[in-house]
């Protein structure tokens, strides 16, 4: 807004209440005319001066102190307000100050509720048969296990989003730079440093398990500051010895997301355990073969797909039993 004019606002106050004079309006309109900025403020006050017109009655209250806290709201971020003269008519002051006021509290609702300050409710995500994604509010993206439950909560006051995990995730994060993003994961914390990364915390399980595939995380307690880990780096915290360890990445942990396996000389057991960690149908290997192995990857393929080629490969046979998928043979050398 251009301030080449001195005293403007006593010039609009003039102008908007019709007691202006013929050069006085003469000079609000080429101040109008030297700037746009000068025009948006004006259809400011002008739309205050108009909604003001519309208000009726009015409660009797402390004129000087309400217009003194109306300017002091009204200055954040610069904006300007028409300081009224003492001989202008008190009534005027009255719809200035009260219609204002609403607009203000209109203003500072629509801003709240708009920014990504507001607040958000919290939420609970449960998956117990099958695998669950979801978009978490700010955007970042989870996808829980089995038997996994998140909840999810963000502390507006500390700009903090907060995860409670119970079971095993794998969380995309997106978030301000601004704010923080913490996983409760019991015993233990994540803070979220980088991108993405998977978290295991079963509640009946001795270890917690983080695997970092983009970005950087913390991995902590309330009494400890733990370790970093970066992209590519897993680490393991004990809650009986409350120590943690970093640990080379064994194949497979996000298979559950990805329904991506990779099975590099891998035994029958170990192929099992890991098939079994995703698909509803339990694969069950002979006592005698469990030990045999093989090298073979899947992508996104069924279950039943994935057993038919495991036994095609090893020469075994399949047989159903429920919900079982049972192999069995003649054992290998």
């Not at 978490?136 to 995990?165: C, F, I, M, W």
């Not at 995730?169 to 991108?195: H, L, M, Q």
């Not at 695997?211 to 393991?236: H, N, R, Y």
């Not at 992508?299 to 495991?310: K, L, Q, T, Y």
Request: net charge negative.
């Amino acid at each position: 807004m251009s301030n080449s004019y001195e005293n403007i606002d006593d010039l609009l106050g003039k102008y908007l209440a019709g007691e202006a004079s013929e050069q006085e309006r003469l000079q609000v309109r080429e101040w109008l005319s030297a700037d746009e900025a000068n025009l948006r403020y004006f259809d400011q006050m002008q739309l205050i001066f108009e909604k003001a017109a519309t208000v009726s009655h009015l409660q009797e209250f402390d004129t000087d102190a309400a217009w003194a806290n109306l300017r002091s709201r009204l200055r954040t971020g610069d904006p300007r307000v028409i300081p009224i003269q003492r001989a202008v008519d008190y009534s005027l002051l009255y719809k200035v100050a009260a219609s204002a006021i609403i607009l203000f509290g209109i203003a500072w609702f629509l801003f709240r509720t708009t920014t990504g300050d507001q607040a958000i409710a919290p939420i609970e995500l449960v998956a117990e048969k099958a695998t669950v994604s979801d978009t978490l509010p700010g955007g970042s993206d989870v996808t829980l296990n089995k038997v996994s439950r998140v909840e999810y909560a963000y502390d507006n006051k500390k700009q903090s989003h907060k995860v409670k995990l119970s079971g095993e995730a794998y969380f995309n994060i997106r978030k301000k730079p601004s704010e923080d993003f913490i996983i409760d994961a019991g015993d233990v914390f994540i803070r979220d440093i980088g991108t993405s990364f998977n978290v295991r915390a079963y509640p009946d399980s001795d270890e917690v398990e983080v695997l970092v595939e983009e970005g950087e995380v913390q991995f902590f307690t309330a009494d400890s500051e733990g370790i970093t880990l970066k992209a590519g780096g897993k680490g393991v915290y004990n809650k009986k010895s409350k120590a943690f360890a970093i640990e080379q990445p064994e194949p497979n942990i996000t298979s559950y997301k990805t329904r991506n396996f990779v099975f590099n000389g891998a035994d029958l057991g170990a192929m099992a355990t890991a098939l079994n960690n995703v698909y509803d149908t339990q694969v069950v290997v002979a006592e005698n073969i469990r030990s045999c192995s093989i090298t073979v990857s899947f992508h996104d393929e069924s279950i039943d797909e994935i057993m038919a080629v495991v036994a095609e490969t090893l020469g075994l046979t399949l047989r159903t039993e429920g919900d079982k998928i049972l192999l069995e043979g003649q054992g290998c050398e």
